[in-house]
């Protein structure tokens, strides 16, 4: 089994339990989950706050006025859709797209930390307060937003959420500058992936050596 399959069905695997999952009220009042969709091995992971109206009603992220916004500004980082991952922090919408509550988030963590252990982004943008929260739990957006800080193996960069950036001209030119720097954020995590792996192998190598 190539590792490509086994990353797809873990991810179909953590999808079916959210389409069925009961941890928190917000499945009494949903009409279908909304695990998350895009490449199994992504390299750039999106994380929003919570499913609407028409993420609720088609069982996919951002498919709503602020996933058309998205798609936008995927092409200013230089991203197709289909290249990236893109999920919410709570899977089910909240009743009339109230914020979600901290007990629904914490009961749905479970599933974006799996997600995210499974695709193993190098870079993770996080679009507005909740899914910034996880990071950056005492951050203002205002004060960190676009600016890329490194947790491990993974860098993630903060974003305004487009929903909030659609209606207000100021905070729309704001995030569509920041999506315009996250191409030189992207290849630069590539670049520092790519050395990290070269000095594994060159560790790798010496040690070899000294076996002879
Ligand atoms: N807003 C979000 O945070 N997530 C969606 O999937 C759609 C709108
Ligand atoms: Fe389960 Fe998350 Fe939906 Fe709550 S929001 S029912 S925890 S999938």
Redesign the pocket.
Same mark, same amino acid.
């Given at each position: 089994m190539s590792e490509e399959r086994s990353a797809r069905e873990l991810l179909e695997i953590i999808a079916e339990r959210?389409r069925h999952?009961?941890?928190?009220?917000?499945?009494r009042t949903?009409t279908q =989950?909304v695990p998350g969709e895009g490449d199994p091995h992504a390299e750039v992971m999106f994380i929003g706050e919570?499913p609407g109206y028409h993420e609720d009603r088609q069982g996919r992220p951002f498919v709503g006025a602020a996933g058309q916004f998205l798609n936008e500004l995927l092409g200013r980082a230089g991203l197709r859709r289909e290249q990236v991952y893109i999920t919410n922090v709570?899977?089910?919408r909240p009743p009339g797209n109230r914020d979600?509550l901290p007990d629904?988030i914490a =009961?749905?963590a479970p599933?974006l930390d799996e997600q995210i252990a499974v695709i193993r982004p190098r870079v993770i943008v996080t679009l507005g307060r909740y899914s910034m929260a996880r990071w950056f739990p005492n951050e203002k957006i205002s004060r960190i937003h676009g600016k890329p800080r490194r947790f491990g193996d993974v860098v993630v960069v903060p974003m305004y959420h487009p929903a909030a950036a659609l209606h207000q001209p100021a905070l729309k030119e704001l995030v569509e500058k920041d999506f315009d720097a996250l191409r030189e954020i992207i290849a630069q995590a590539r670049a520092e992936a790519a050395r990290a792996a070269d000095a594994q192998q060159d560790e790798e190598k010496a040690q070899q050596m000294r076996l002879f």
């Amino acid at each position: 089994m190539s590792e490509e399959r086994s990353a797809r069905e873990l991810l179909e695997i953590i999808a079916e339990r959210v389409r069925h999952c009961t941890r928190c009220d917000l499945w009494r009042t949903r009409t279908q =989950a909304v695990p998350g969709e895009g490449d199994p091995h992504a390299e750039v992971m999106f994380i929003g706050e919570a499913p609407g109206y028409h993420e609720d009603r088609q069982g996919r992220p951002f498919v709503g006025a602020a996933g058309q916004f998205l798609n936008e500004l995927l092409g200013r980082a230089g991203l197709r859709r289909e290249q990236v991952y893109i999920t919410n922090v709570v899977k089910c919408r909240p009743p009339g797209n109230r914020d979600p509550l901290p007990d629904e988030i914490a =009961a749905c963590a479970p599933y974006l930390d799996e997600q995210i252990a499974v695709i193993r982004p190098r870079v993770i943008v996080t679009l507005g307060r909740y899914s910034m929260a996880r990071w950056f739990p005492n951050e203002k957006i205002s004060r960190i937003h676009g600016k890329p800080r490194r947790f491990g193996d993974v860098v993630v960069v903060p974003m305004y959420h487009p929903a909030a950036a659609l209606h207000q001209p100021a905070l729309k030119e704001l995030v569509e500058k920041d999506f315009d720097a996250l191409r030189e954020i992207i290849a630069q995590a590539r670049a520092e992936a790519a050395r990290a792996a070269d000095a594994q192998q060159d560790e790798e190598k010496a040690q070899q050596m000294r076996l002879f």
